[in-house]
């Protein structure tokens, strides 16, 4: 998700909120942005002068997300991004993340190749009044056609609030089951404590215009406290920018 904020982020002013924002620095540090409903990125962007819509609510046990990540390719070889989400929690909506975002290709991903890329950002934090910095690369290769595509993600996070550096990582793997849908599978962490991990499926109401998305993840190890269900559309336009 993107792009997790560490369990002390939110732990003494808003205790309620923790659980449910514990994935959001990793969420909106690979979310934004990875094609949904992946959380590790791909060295793909948006088509020169095109942009897509990404929208999905992200259930978790004591709260609901709703984000809205629009981006857009100006240029050709620079997608930007800006977007958030909102968090109900306690019978309360906070805006909790605003994210901007900018992603570039060294090289566009071949059928049957790799390709690699560049992405940086920041994430402000309105209810805490903090703004994390991140950047990190993704890699993507393809195999049988483009029928299985493997991605990796090696990064850097810095949290305001904390003021620490912390190394991101994330592993995923998209396979196709039919001519319209994908399984998603992948890993993803920091370097500390346990990874977390997320599965999902990937469908095309029409073909690379309108994608509704579903997953579950959680916590490596984890119980039901850190766990969560999404459902998502992600919408692409036609070139049309000047």
Request: charge should be positive; proline fraction near 5%.
């Amino acid at each position: 998700m993107t792009r997790f904020r560490h369990p002390g982020r939110f732990g003494a002013a808003y205790p309620p909120l923790w659980p449910a924002l514990l994935s959001a620095a990793l969420l909106a540090a690979h979310t934004a942005h990875a094609a949904r409903p992946m959380i590790t990125d791909d060295a793909r962007i948006v088509d020169a002068k095109a942009c897509q819509l990404e929208s999905w609510v992200k259930k978790n046990p004591d709260s609901t997300e709703a984000w809205v990540l629009p981006a857009c390719n100006f240029t050709g070889n620079l997608e930007l991004t800006l977007g958030g989400t909102t968090t109900r929690e306690a019978g309360r909506t906070q805006t909790t993340d605003v994210v901007m975002q900018g992603k570039a290709l060294f090289k566009a991903m071949d059928t049957n190749g790799w390709g690699i890329g560049l992405a940086a950002g920041t994430v402000r934090h309105p209810v805490a009044a903090t703004r994390d910095w991140y950047a990190y690369v993704p890699t993507s290769f393809s195999f049988r056609d483009d029928a299985v595509v493997v991605h990796t993600n090696l990064g850097w996070l810095h949290e305001g609030e904390s003021r620490r550096n912390r190394l991101t990582w994330g592993l995923g793997t998209e396979a196709q089951l039919a001519e319209r849908t994908w399984l998603i599978a992948e890993t993803f962490g920091q370097n500390q404590g346990k990874p977390f991990h997320q599965l999902g499926l990937r469908h095309w109401l029409v073909p690379d215009r309108v994608q509704l998305d579903a997953t579950y993840g959680n916590r490596n190890g984890g119980g039901s406290s850190e766990r969560w269900f999404s459902i998502g559309l992600r919408l692409l336009s036609v070139p049309f920018l000047p």
